[in-house]
């Protein structure tokens, strides 16, 4: 993700060998950054144009406190262990993997925690290596909620707490006496990732919204198809133990009753609740009844051309503004046999995706 730094071209000019070396302590993330290169250019035989700046341009995009001498930041790093995670403690938990467990602690922290921001503003840094498309976020607005991974570790007696992950939400309001929280980012770091810790995430930050009667419904800021994929296993684990989701039910349809229990229970949107339906409609359909699947995918395949269905209207409504020539050449674009192609492509694609969620649900265990 370094062109988010370097620009498209990820391209840094006037050094051989070069090697920028950004390193963050474990758990205060106190920063170091430096450089090292076998050979830089010589403005005598390049006409004068110079290497680029490269730690300017890179301290740029940093919070202040950076250590650019090596030796201070080795110096200041026997601290880490003193580092406590800052807000609430909102769960604690383990994972266990190769026979071995470790602990989690996931903590809640806002604009008013004392020494945070500070903290915060070298957490997002990370965004701009591993989110395409990541920007920074005013965090003096007190809109905005954190939450934070640690690992707590006991190394020789001593516990350190190492950053893993965090997400960000901010809570919009929903008329007339509402919040509606968006989850804006979220970010496990690469060494911690594999390991369900997305999935606690998601679920702590649901867990903080759903008892309080003034969050209407969860949303998303524009979501990668990674955190869709984690969003649908985590909504369909949860509606599975709603009473309107069972499998009688499922078979009647999505309902009323449906989207209301899951934004009233879990704060899932109508959206996403129908979505969730899907997913958990095909779990329950047997695909060898050829009624059965055929009254699913027709379901599905309404829903995915309704929109469709309302442009078709609406041009016809204006065919009255448009010459005989504009309005056959519109309507060619709307050609029925292409959008049935097209519909098909949409439906194949979106049941490997449910059931991609389907096999994961059979093997995780109920939360």
């Known amino acids: 993700m370094s062109h988010q730094i370097f620009g498209e071209g990820e391209s840094i000019f006037g050094y051989r060998d070069l090697q920028v070396k950004l390193y963050y302590g474990s758990c205060s993330l106190t920063p170091y950054l430096g450089m090292s290169y076998t050979e830089k250019i010589d403005l005598k035989k390049s006409d004068g144009l110079k290497a680029d700046d490269v730690l300017k341009t890179v301290l740029e995009k940093l919070p202040s406190g950076v250590h650019t001498n090596i030796d201070e930041f080795v110096s200041v790093l026997p601290k880490e262990t003193a580092f406590r995670p800052f807000g609430e403690l909102l769960h604690s938990f383990k994972i266990g993997r190769g026979g071995l467990s470790r602990t989690f602690e996931l903590y809640s922290a806002s604009v008013t925690t004392p020494g945070f921001l500070d903290y915060h503003a070298r957490m997002q840094s990370f965004i701009l290596w591993f989110i395409d498309a990541a920007s920074y976020i005013d965090s003096d607005d007190e809109k905005w909620e954190y939450f934070v991974l640690h690992e707590k570790k006991v190394v020789d007696g001593v516990t350190c707490y190492p950053f893993a992950g965090y997400a960000t939400v901010y809570r919009y309001y929903a008329y007339p006496t509402h919040i509606r929280p968006r989850i804006s980012q979220m970010l496990v770091l690469p060494p911690f990732q594999k390991m369900g810790l997305g ?50 039910n499922l078979h009647n349809g999505f309902s009323e009753d449906m ?14 609740a129908r979505r969730v339906y899907e997913i958990l409609r095909l779990r329950a359909t047997n ?9 699913y995918r027709l379901e599905v395949k309404n829903r995915l051309n309704a929109p ?60």
């Open 199 to 248: 999935t606690e995430l998601l679920q702590g930050i649901y867990n903080f919204y759903r008892d309080r009667s003034d969050v209407l419904d969860i949303t998303v800021e524009d979501p990668s198809e990674v955190f869709t994929r984690l969003r649908d296993f985590v909504d369909a684990r949860n509606c599975l133990k709603l009473a309107s989701f069972s499998k009688e």
């Open 308 to 367: 469709y269905q309302k442009q078709k209207t609406d041009i016809e409504k204006m065919q009255r503004t448009m010459s005989p020539e504009e309005f056959r050449a519109t309507l060619q674009c709307l050609n029925a046999e292409n959008r049935i192609e097209q519909l098909e492509s949409q439906y194949r694609d979106l049941e490997m995706e449910y059931r991609r969620t389907i096999e994961r649900l059979a093997v995780a265990p109920r939360s």
């Open 259 to 272: 989207w209301k229990e899951a934004q009233e229970k879990l704060k899932i949107n109508k959206k996403q």
């Open 287 to 295: 695909t060898a009844n050829a009624s059965q699947y055929k009254a």
